[in-house]
């Protein structure tokens, strides 16, 4: 059946190439960026050009703006079946260099965000019995790496609030799932942000240059083993195709570590169970 599907951050990286994939296989796309009148116009034209796309400007940091992008596509279709949380940047760095400000528009946009687009959606889906909700996150979602540590413990996050009401939607008809994507090369990386206080640099000394080698490392590793962002959006798109309630809470998208994940998740999932089990959820569990 061909979905109302709703992708945000489609001017670049996973979001572009998840919301060509799925219009290409006939379902209808909803793809939403921030000025698209202004920086992102050309993205939003050529998007606009693609079969099944539909492009609308949306402020994911204004609620309102959110709420009535939601209600706009409902009113139009009729129903909205998937939601992919996608939008986001990469920020690196000391940890300490961060102020409060800084620490507020990343939560805001990978945590605050994603909420509000759920918030938004799930009357319908429930309504419907059936919608799949999909929350990109990271394999620094489950482990935080130093020099990374603010956008990490963002996706972290992600992954706190994904993983709870995965269990508390499900017996409702709709699913909630991860996607826990490595390094790949994509814009994410040429936008990236670190923190305002630079002056706390000075205190740290050489370490205050491990942040431009892990750059260095990175790009060596892009250039040895090419990882393909399109791995990505396949993995959104075989959620989408998996049937309801069939659907894994986390899915690892990483060619040159994901093992590390991988293991995680498994040896995790077994003590959750029991943990859910021993509260009395294990009615959820299936």
Not at 3 to 27: C, R
Not at 79 to 90: I, M, Q, S, T
Not at 155 to 160: L, P, Q
Not at 220 to 239: G, H
Request: zero cysteines; glycine letters at 10%.
């Amino acid at each position: 059946m061909k979905k109302v599907i709703l992708i945000t951050g489609t001017n670049s990286g996973f979001g572009w190439l998840t919301a060509n994939g799925v219009a290409a296989l006939g379902h209808t796309v909803y793809a939403t960026m921030r000025d698209t009148k202004g920086k992102n116009a050309d993205k939003a034209q050529q998007l606009s050009l693609v079969e099944n796309i539909n492009v609308i400007d949306v402020e994911l940091t204004n609620p309102a703006s959110v709420a009535n992008a939601v209600e706009n596509i409902i009113a139009k279709e009729g129903r909205l079946d998937v939601v992919v949380n996608n939008a986001g940047y990469f920020a690196g760095g000391l940890a300490e260099s961060y102020t409060e400000q800084d620490i507020d528009e990343m939560f805001n946009i990978h945590v605050k965000a994603p909420w509000r687009v759920i918030k938004s959606a799930l009357p319908q889906m429930r309504s419907q019995g059936e919608g799949l909700i999909v929350n990109i996150s990271s394999g620094l979602g489950r482990f935080s790496a130093p020099f990374m540590t603010v956008y990490n413990s963002a996706k972290f996050a992600v992954e706190g609030l994904s993983e709870g009401l995965h269990y508390e939607v499900r017996p409702l008809g709709v699913d909630v799932a991860l996607i826990q994507p490595g390094a790949f090369p994509t814009e994410i990386f040429g936008k990236s942000k670190t923190g305002s206080d630079v002056a706390v640099a000075e205190g740290y000394g050489e370490l205050a240059n491990i942040p431009q080698q892990i750059g260095e490392g990175m790009g060596k590793m892009f250039e040895a083993f090419q990882p393909n962002p399109q791995l990505v959006a396949d993995a959104v798109i075989n959620l989408i195709n998996t049937p309801k309630g069939q659907r894994p809470l986390r899915t690892v998208v990483d060619p040159v570590t994901g093992t590390f994940t991988e293991t995680a998740n498994q040896q995790v999932k077994v003590q959750y169970d029991n943990f859910l089990t021993a509260f009395g959820m294990q009615g959820l569990l299936n």
